[in-house]
């Protein structure tokens, strides 16, 4: 409203209440008088009541004011009321007309929040993630929309956001924790209500996971494994488009893994690489093995070979050697993680399942530790995990609910008439899964998780990301990214990039400031001056600079909240909280309940257990000898009886016996110099400890 519409209107209401005042003083006097015929002619009857004009008590209290002095006094007090009344509301005008001047949009109209706004929006509650603090009490916001902070190295961001979030979340997490800081401050008290698990690739003692096991047998197969090698041919998220070796070395990894779900014991990626570049069984003899393998089971003359896994065999024995040879070593180089003995050991099993994280009974707290020197290193797995949650979580509605519920007795009748009633939700807390994702674009691009921020929230999952700037973010996902269109609230720190802060502050918007200049005319020594002018003008400036937002002090943090006024909010140490000082206890064992079943035991732990196909007998005669006998049976084991070739000098076996490999490295001979010899080729063998098992991923004391 305008200050010339507020002036109008504190004129029309200052005389409306002195107007209704003396009318009302009037008719009292007439009602104290009894209407008596000397008062005159009434103006209007009203319900057989007279109605005289307003001025006419100035008439009577001249005439008959010595008659009644009490009367009139009574209704001269109630007049004179009036005009007091308007005083103070023309009063009370004039400073709203104030504020409004001084509350000018000509330029713009962004403000910083105030605690009764925020309040309002519900930020002050006592549960959610933790955005800071303000006015001495915690700010949350526990709505389903992603957050985004930005906030250089060693600004408070573990401290401040990271830590208090998951001291107070009480729902499923998925924790990416670079250093391992998180799970040393927080799985203390994490423990006490849910399942946490320390999944770390360079550590033996970890929690395992077998990405394998995720995939659904059945109509769902195919896509699950296509999934899969979507993510093991782009490692690092960098590829917009993909080259024909990296198209055909996805063909290839996709007919490999169901191969290896169907056919072989060790059902893992480490058992594909080892499938691919087994010395002992050349490539074309694979794809022989591969296209003549029951997968179905029929048990006929006619193999039950997979479709797919035909297509994908027959496809690459149609190729060139030379085409073939460069898709090999395609689909190899994207598989060298899991020849490392240690990633192998963690990929072999699974201590868990992907649907516990948004299941409805105890909560799970999985937090991804990678040491920052293996980050580059790891990082495939790492974004084939997140790729896998963000994909699993979202195909069914159930396993989150979206909509809620009401009582019997809130619903009323026929839905019309509404009765109070407490408003009961299908889905608990624990059934809504956070995804903490610190230093998220060291992860690479993923191009799913991209997309999918839109429609997360629909299935109880939330992200809270965290970039040390928007260049990162920009490095990762390019100039027109949706992350940032996706996430309803972001939080901004003093930042060191200047494109970050220019961000920040275009989206805090501009405020219209109003400027005061006097100017003064006279002689210098006269003893006033002449003319003093006054005027005041309007300009428009940003609510904050990008050096301000650069400068900004070391305490206070800036929040924009979609659809509301941003806020200059304090940041949160939790070691100088006492409420989060109480919650940081000492971690918890890393991997208490490595060989536990999942939650639910009515679900089984994975599809493919026990399952093993059988190479049919009509594999030509000339596949065998390209194979030099060397590649038998479907899981790829040595013959225990074929002993042949075996070198009589004795050998020392080569393993690592702290790690519990899967596969044993070759055996030394002393036979060659000292070299290490190949598998069955020039008379070395495999050797096999005592206790070894070719157990499935969920069996307990198999092989991991």
């Known amino acids: 409203m305008t200050p010339t519409k507020i002036l109008l209107g504190q004129i029309l209401l200052t005389f409306l209440i002195v107007l209704l005042t003396i009318w009302s003083a009037t008719q009292w006097a007439a009602h104290m008088l009894g209407y008596q015929m000397r008062l ?49 509301a023309a009063i009370l005008g004039s400073l709203w007309r104030a504020r409004e001047k001084k509350n000018a949009t000509t330029f713009g109209s962004s403000r910083w929040a105030t605690k009764k706004q925020l309040k309002r929006s519900g930020f002050f509650r006592k549960k959610g993630v933790v955005l800071g603090g303000f006015a001495g009490a915690y700010l949350r916001h526990d709505g389903p929309e992603h957050v985004m902070a930005f906030a250089p190295t060693r600004a408070g961001k573990g401290v401040g956001l990271v830590v208090p979030t998951l001291l107070t979340w009480l729902g499923s997490v998925v924790v990416h924790d670079l250093k391992g800081e998180n799970w040393r401050l927080t799985s203390g008290w994490r423990s006490r209500f849910s399942r946490c698990l320390y999944f770390n690739p360079t550590d ?48 290839l990894l ?99 399942v992907l649907r516990d994280l948004v299941r409805t009974g105890k909560p799970v707290s999985l937090y991804l530790v990678v040491p920052p020197g293996d980050l580059s290193r790891t990082r495939p797995l790492i974004r084939l995990i997140l790729n896998q949650i963000g994909r699993r979580l979202t195909e069914e509605v159930d396993l989150a609910t979206k909509t809620a519920t009401a009582s019997p007795a809130s619903r009323g009748i026929f839905g019309i008439f509404k009765f109070p009633g407490k408003r009961k939700s299908r889905w608990s807390t624990t059934s809504r899964l956070l995804l903490m994702l610190d230093e998220f674009p060291a992860l690479g691009r993923l191009e799913f998780f991209e997309t999918a921020l839109a429609y997360l ?47 920040v502050s275009d989206s805090l918007g501009s405020m219209t400031e109003r400027r005061h200049q006097r100017n003064y005319a006279g002689h210098r020594l006269a003893p006033w001056l002449g003319h003093v002018m006054v005027s005041s003008q309007e300009t428009a400036r940003q609510l904050l600079t990008p050096g301000e ?89 040595d013959d225990p009886g074929n002993s042949k070739g075996k070198d009589d000098a004795g050998d020392v076996g080569f393993e690592f016996p702290d790690l519990c490999l899967d596969r044993h490295f070759p055996r030394k001979s002393t036979s060659n110099g000292g070299q290490f010899n190949l598998p069955f080729s020039g008379g070395t063998s495999f050797v096999k400890r005592s206790g070894d098992k070719n157990s499935g991923p969920a069996d307990k004391g198999g092989r991991s």
């Open 40 to 88: 005159g002619e009434p103006w209007v009857q009203l319900f057989s009541i007279p109605v005289y004009l307003p001025w006419r008590l100035f008439e009577w209290w001249y005439a008959y004011g010595s008659y009644a002095p009490i009367v009139f006094l009574k209704a001269g007090t109630l007049a004179a009321s009036g005009g007091l009344i308007g005083v103070f």
């Open 457 to 503: 929230a629909g299935y109880g999952i939330r992200a809270f990301m965290i970039s040390q700037s928007l260049n990162q973010i920009v490095k990762a996902y390019g100039e027109n990214s949706a992350i940032l269109d996706n996430c309803h609230i972001r939080i901004a720190f003093a930042t060191n990039d200047e494109r970050t802060a220019k961000r």
């Open 254 to 352: 996709v007919g490999v893994i169901l191969h290896v779900l169907y056919a072989e014991k060790e059902k893992t990626l480490a058992r594909v690489a080892e499938i691919l570049s087994d010395p002992s069984c050349p490539f074309e003899a694979t794809l022989e093995k591969m296209l003549h393998t029951d997968h179905l089971g029929q048990g006929g003359e006619e193999p039950g070979v997979h479709p797919v896994v035909a297509a994908v065999a027959r496809e690459l024995l149609n190729k060139t050697e030379n085409e073939r040879s460069g898709v090999l070593s395609t689909a190899l180089s994207f598989l060298t993680l899991y020849r490392d003995p240690v990633v192998s050991k963690v990929t072999a099993r699974s201590s868990f």
């Open 204 to 251: 033996p003692e970890s929690a395992c996971f077998n990405p394998l096991m995720e995939v659904r047998k059945g109509q769902n197969e195919v896509r699950d494994v296509q999934n899969i090698a979507d993510i093991l041919v782009d490692p690092e998220g960098v590829l917009d488009r993909r080259n024909h070796w990296e198209k055909t070395s996805y063909s």
């Open 549 to 637: 937002i650069m400068q900004l002090p070391e305490g206070q943090e800036i929040i924009q909240i979609s659809g509301r006024k941003p806020v200059l909010a304090n940041k949160i140490k939790y070691f100088t909280d006492r409420n989060f000082i109480e919650r940081s206890l000492p971690p918890c064992c890393q991997n208490p309940d490595d060989d536990s079943e999942p939650q639910n035991d009515s679900e089984p732990q994975n599809d493919w257990k026990g399952l093993e196909a059988s190479v049919s007998d009509k594999l030509s005669v000339e596949g065998r000898e390209n194979r030099k006998e060397s590649c038998t049976g479907p899981a790829g084991e």
